[in-house]
């Protein structure tokens, strides 16, 4: 079972940028990525899915600020967001899921690998 590592968050005043990055224990090639948050007293959320061909999904809301990407060769997954807002403070966390071909919906009960997250705080 691969474990997944969450670093890059921090606190960011709005309007900056911040790359979060998702390391894998293993071997990233045969998973489904996406990447989750979560606000206190919120719901999870997802933000975004890249499949083993690096075809992206993204929730509409976060289209244009937010970009997934993998580098398979490093085992690494990140996250880049843009323009940060302060409604983007949040725990951030990464999550994988094998890829058997079909389509992922963006929501956590299709997730059965989680990392422990890495906190964003945005300020105005």
């Known amino acids: 079972q691969v474990q997944l590592v969450e670093s890059g968050g921090g606190s960011v005043q709005a309007g900056g940028s911040l790359r979060l990055s998702c390391a894998a224990s293993?071997?990233?090639?045969?998973?489904?990525m996406a990447w989750f948050r979560q606000a206190p007293g919120k719901d999870r959320e997802g933000l975004a899915q890249?499949?083993?061909?690096?075809?992206?999904n993204y929730a509409a809301p976060m289209e244009g600020r937010f970009t997934i990407s993998r580098d398979n060769g490093m085992n690494t997954i990140y996250l880049q967001i843009n323009d940060l807002k302060p409604e983007d403070t949040a725990m951030y966390y990464c999550?994988?899921?094998?890829?058997?071909?079909?389509?992922?919906?963006?929501?956590?009960?299709?997730?059965?690998?989680w990392g422990q997250g890495t906190r964003v705080t945005v300020s105005s």
């Open positions: 293993g071997s990233t090639n045969s998973l489904c």
């Open positions: 999550a994988a899921e094998e890829d058997y071909g079909g389509t992922l919906d963006l929501v956590e009960y299709e997730y059965h690998t």
């Open positions: 890249i499949d083993t061909d690096g075809n992206t």
